[in-house]
DNA sequence: CATCGATATGTCTATGCCGATACAACGGTC
DNA sequence: GACCGTTGTATCGGCATAGACATATCGATG
């Protein structure tokens, strides 16, 4: 039951996609269409007409050129390194958000300012970006949007832009590559996990039962519509 | 060019995507997979063989009930409720990175240390996460990763797990429903944008031309290969 | 027991996508 | 001028998907 999602860029009327950027990427590393497409395992004219396609939108993504003592050959624009640029970094991005944990907590809207509520969970209180105009509601966030905090020298509420903030006890501590996975109890159902590089781990001093604060931004916390057993309206 | 994306959670050999939710959603609404079906304006059969695959592999979706005065109707089970949840909070998270500013920075590798890098910017030194082993690469983050600081009490190094530090001018104040949008000189080519609420910039009483320490975590900063000009291996 | 509206199931067909194939044009090298 | 490997262009056929349609079944109601 994992998630996943196909990353595309909208570019005028069509759609460039994760197929495309391979293809981009394949003429680069061959430095001719032909090639591009036989090693993608398709077929030469599809691909062809797929970047026509493409540059009617774009611009010029590819140079041709067609005889010479090697046939010719095709190579990227700037234009297209920017585009497979842009592209690369929203799949990075998404990636990172498909691939982080998140923490959940089921909680009910107590006020709203436009966009931004404020949701009472068993944690605590936080601030949310709201999606929905439904009261019962989960507030969710990445584990990589949490900043740790010695408790003694923790910002004051008015000295930093993270409204939402937890204290607890170091559950646990797990070493990865370069960094590190802290969990921490916040009186939530499951507790809050932390990922921090291994530099702030040793410069923090965590270890298993360490009292920590933890921060992070109500714009980056989204509040989502709860599940609901009854019916209360579709969307 | 603006980026989106297709979410799905895959369920054993099944892949539930944004479509399935559709017809899931319309089976609450309407009390009948007919109605459904209908509204949608796919045909009930194929719609019907699809929700029986997808429970070949997540179990119970909906509790049928054929005859009586009103001919039956369909409801979600609670398993299908958690289903769409899951599937939910993956496209709000998504939606949120595929609509969330980001900062690029264009820079150099300078260390390593497993997925962690040192990466050297025109704004300062930054550490992020790598997903390539290029060394000219771009590091981005998202804008509501950033939180802002008083300069006079920014936390220091070893006290906070945001490893990422600048110090800046603030460009302008956007005011939006319910948060504002702040950007921040940092040295770099663009202004570093950042999402905070409307309480936050309240309480930091910040307008234009303050000055204001922004911080934000390693571990949501992706490091990507830079649009390289030359040629240097593909992938 | 006929009616009605829903579930349940199978088949036909239109459509779109894409690989496969064929062929022309190009321009260096031999 | 023949050769070669490429870029261009057009067409055919296979395959998967999904709508359209036909038909059977179910069960409360009148």
């Not at 077929?43 to 970047?51: F, L, T, V």
């Not at 009472?120 to 509601?137: F, M």
């Not at 990589?144 to 000295?159: I, K």
Request: glycine share 12%.
């Amino acid at each position: 039951m994992d998630a996943g999602f196909e990353a595309h860029v909208r570019v005028g009327e069509e759609t460039f996609d994760g197929r495309d950027a391979a293809l981009l990427r394949a003429v680069a590393a061959h430095g001719s269409l032909n090639a591009a497409a036989s090693t993608l395992g398709r077929s030469y004219s599809r691909a062809h007409g797929r970047i026509g396609d493409l540059e009617a939108q774009a611009g010029p993504l590819v140079e041709r050129e067609r005889g010479g003592s090697e046939g010719g050959g095709s190579r990227l624009t700037e234009n297209a390194r920017e585009l497979l640029a842009q592209f690369e970094r929203l799949q990075a991005a998404l990636e990172g958000t498909a691939t982080t944990e998140r923490l959940v907590l089921d909680g009910t809207v107590r006020e709203r300012d436009g966009d931004l509520v404020t949701v009472e969970t068993a944690a605590g209180t936080v601030g949310a970006l709201a999606l929905t105009t439904a009261d019962d509601v989960q507030a969710s966030f990445r584990s990589d949007a949490v900043t740790l905090h010695a408790p003694e020298s923790a910002p004051g509420e008015s000295e930093t832009s993270a409204r939402n903030r937890f204290e607890g006890d170091v559950l646990s501590v797990e070493r990865g590559d370069g960094t590190a996975l802290v969990r921490v109890d916040v009186g939530a159902g499951d507790p809050l996990a932390v990922r921090v590089t291994a530099t702030s781990l040793r410069e923090l001093a965590l270890s298993a039962e360490d009292r920590v604060v933890a921060s992070f931004k109500a714009t980056a916390t989204r509040a989502t519509a709860a599940p609901d057993a009854g019916e209360s309206g579709e969307r």
